[in-house]
């Protein structure tokens, strides 16, 4: 009579024993997802819309740290926000887009390439403000003689200018552009003597 009675205790224990073992063996992950998990890495992407020129240090509330595949990751892509570096983004970058080492310069001028150098010139309103407003910030500066209208300057960037919303038509301002260094001479020289007129590119 003892055994049965035995047996009927420990049957309830077994089958408890039993489903939580089954449970427990549910609920972890299968080699291959293990493996999958382990592989993913740290990748540094950006979180809304930045444009270029973005320091490095208000670029650090636009951006978050996503686990992607190896696979996935872009060839220099940061990890985390320690590996910002010093410096502006050169391009504009989109919500989701991952950041590279190669996505900054030490400064604007550099960001824009090879042979560029920053100049600073005074134009009243008329002469920058609409291809600024319409088409964009690069640019083509002209020398605007008596007879003529000559290119000096292909591609251009306005790097800095104040807001034409507080310009009237013939306020001077100071604009900073960006130029092929093999232009500079002509851009001065046409600056100096009141003639630079830019235009849409």
């Not at 996505?103 to 042979?115: K, Q, T, Y």
């Given at each position: 009579m003892k055994n049965?009675?035995?047996l009927k205790r420990f049957v309830p224990a077994a089958l408890a024993f039993v489903l939580v073992a089954f449970g427990t063996l549910m609920v972890l992950p299968k080699n291959d997802e293990a493996a999958n998990a382990?592989?993913?890495?740290?990748t540094l992407?950006?979180?809304?819309?930045?444009?270029?020129?973005?320091?490095?240090?208000?670029?650090?509330?636009?951006?978050e740290v996503k686990m992607l595949?190896?696979?996935?990751?872009?060839?220099?892509v940061l990890s985390s926000v320690e590996d910002l570096p010093e410096g502006v983004l050169i391009s504009d970058h989109v919500?989701?887009?991952?950041?590279?080492?190669?996505?900054?310069?030490?400064?604007?001028?550099?960001?824009?390439?090879?042979?560029?150098?920053?100049v600073s010139v005074r134009l009243d309103a008329q002469r920058w403000v609409g291809p600024l407003v319409t088409t964009g910030d690069v640019v083509d500066i002209y020398?605007?003689?008596?007879?003529?209208?000559?290119p000096i300057a292909k591609d251009a960037v306005v790097l800095e200018a104040p807001s034409p919303n507080e310009l009237g038509p013939r306020d001077e301002a100071v604009i900073s552009l960006g130029v092929p260094r093999?232009?500079?001479s002509a851009v001065l020289v046409a600056a100096?003597?009141?003639?630079?007129?830019?235009?849409g590119a």
């Open positions: 049965p009675q035995a382990d592989e993913r890495q740290p992407v950006v979180t809304r819309e930045v444009e270029a020129g973005t320091s490095a240090s208000d670029l650090v509330t636009s951006v595949e190896a696979d996935a990751r872009a060839t220099g919500a989701g887009e991952q950041l590279l080492a190669s996505s900054f310069a030490a400064n604007v001028v550099e960001g824009l390439g090879v042979g560029f150098v920053a020398d605007i003689g008596a007879d003529v209208a000559l093999s232009s500079l100096n003597d009141n003639r630079i007129w830019l235009v």
